[in-house]
């Protein structure tokens, strides 16, 4: 049950979300998180947010773009903590969840595209938090077995099966197993189950909530949760100019995030760790700088190099931007160690929890990503700090010098190459083949 004062306190953050004239709410709720984030024996809280289908094009404070949506309470967590710069998930929404969820590459997960399902003998993350309550609220993508995620160990499952809904006002909900038609928009409904389930935990708990926002179909929130005004609703406003819609339902998750965080008891938020992650590139039809064809679904850096926030307990670090290489797979053993529990050493994850509140460099030396096709044909990338190398389903290749060509403009191998980017090429090309073998 939610306390006056927290209905108090959410009441004040969404005036605040469509005013630029006072300190945010969000921010404040993050600065009490990290602020208490002491170290002690009480396990912390762990909430993951997913967002679907949103690129570093799409998210405040990152340099590519230049039409944000505004979402204060994600800058709030970037105030008061960490920005991550080279992490890299795969190009489309199940392999990167595959990925996160066992903490292997796809290609080690059999999940590197959409359509293909990831076997129940898997042992996921949640199997390793025996001492936390789990929960997974929003997209699966992984399965149409409406029990797979509660039989693979998850504690608690609720949300949708498939890639999508076809309309976010009247959708299929699966919990724990039975299916029934929602009419509540989906971000709130989802904000709800969340809201519920939190505020159920007794123990130590961690929430997979995985918002299907902004996936496509786009389309008009409720206009109380975004700033994008009175947009129309008819479908061919929509297809003539869809990134307002775009950005106003990563607006109205924003908003929803906003409305989890007040709805917590003030013990609850105090002990929770933030981490938002975005599970691929912003889709082609409102990509931005990115050309079309390297968005989502792609290789290149607009298909993978996706937004990743932490803030909260024990996060000490406050707004900084970190540029360790950084791979979604790497969540599975930074949360363990979170939460107290050893790393698992039969995954390709590799535990970042050392930057979280000390400055130095993460424990990846190579990031990898890879995407495969209908004809079981892969595109397969790999980088350094500074050198990214992409082998292409038809053998051809690309090598790239991030430090000055983000966007991937130039193709070194179009010319002869330096005696150091030689050097680098044959460090990639092998590093590769160790990875895929």
């Known amino acids: 049950m939610k306390s006056l004062l927290h209905i108090f306190t959410y009441s004040v953050m969404t005036l605040f979300i469509f005013s630029c004239s006072s300190k945010t709410t969000a921010e404040e709720i993050t600065e009490e998180i990290a602020d208490n984030g002491t170290e002690d024996d009480n396990p912390p809280n762990i909430l993951l947010i997913i967002a679907d289908d949103m690129g570093l094009d799409a998210t405040p404070n990152y340099p590519i773009g230049s039409i944000k949506p505004n979402m204060l309470n994600l800058e709030g967590f970037m105030a008061n903590g ?40 898997e042992h996921i993350l949640q199997n390793d938090m025996s001492n936390y309550s789990t929960a997974l609220i929003g997209k699966w993508h992984l399965s149409t077995d409406a029990s797979q995620p509660t039989a693979m160990g998850i504690d608690y499952f609720a949300g949708i099966l498939n890639g ?23 971000t709130s409904k989802l904000t709800d189950l969340s809201i519920d389930w939190v505020n159920a935990q007794d123990d130590p708990w961690f929430l997979w909530l995985a918002y299907n926002a902004p996936h496509t179909p786009f ?20 297809d003539t100019n869809p990134l307002p819609y775009f950005l106003a339902a990563l607006e109205a998750m924003d908003s929803e995030i906003g409305r989890l965080l007040a709805s917590m008891t003030d013990e609850a938020r105090d002990n929770t760790v933030i981490i938002f992650i975005g599970d691929n590139g912003s889709p082609n039809q409102v990509a931005q700088e990115y050309e079309r064809a390297r968005a989502k679904g792609s290789v290149y850096q607009g298909g993978i190099n996706v937004p990743l926030v932490i803030s909260g307990k024990g996060i000490t670090r406050k707004n900084i931007e970190e540029n360790s290489i950084i791979n979604a797979a790497d969540l599975y053993n930074t949360i363990l160690e979170i939460s107290g529990n050893s790393v698992n050493s039969n995954t390709d994850s590799k535990s970042f929890k050392n930057v979280l509140a000390d400055s130095g460099i993460g424990s990846r030396a190579y990031g990898f990503s890879e995407v495969s096709y209908d004809d079981e044909s892969l595109d397969y990338t790999i980088r350094t700090s500074t050198h990214k190398y992409i082998l292409f389903n038809d053998g051809t290749e690309a090598l790239y010098d991030l430090t000055i060509d983000p966007l991937e403009n130039t193709n070194l191998l179009d010319n002869s190459l330096s005696e150091t ?3 680098i090429y044959n460090d990639l090309t092998a590093s590769l083949q160790e990875i895929v073998k």
């Open 219 to 238: 389309h008009v929130p409720p206009s109380n949760l975004h700033s994008q005004g009175d947009l129309p609703i008819d479908q061919a406003s929509i």
């Open 164 to 186: 999508t809904v076809q309309d976010y006002y009247n959708w299929s909900l699966v919990e724990n197993s039975n299916s029934a038609t929602s009419t509540e928009y989906v």
């Open 82 to 121: 960490i920005k991550f710069n080279n992490v890299w998930a795969n190009p489309l929404c199940s392999p990167s969840r595959a990925t996160m969820l066992t903490g292997k590459y796809g290609t080690q997960a059999g999940i590197t595209r959409v359509g293909q399902t990831l076997a129940s003998s």
């Open 421 to 423: 980017d030689s050097a």
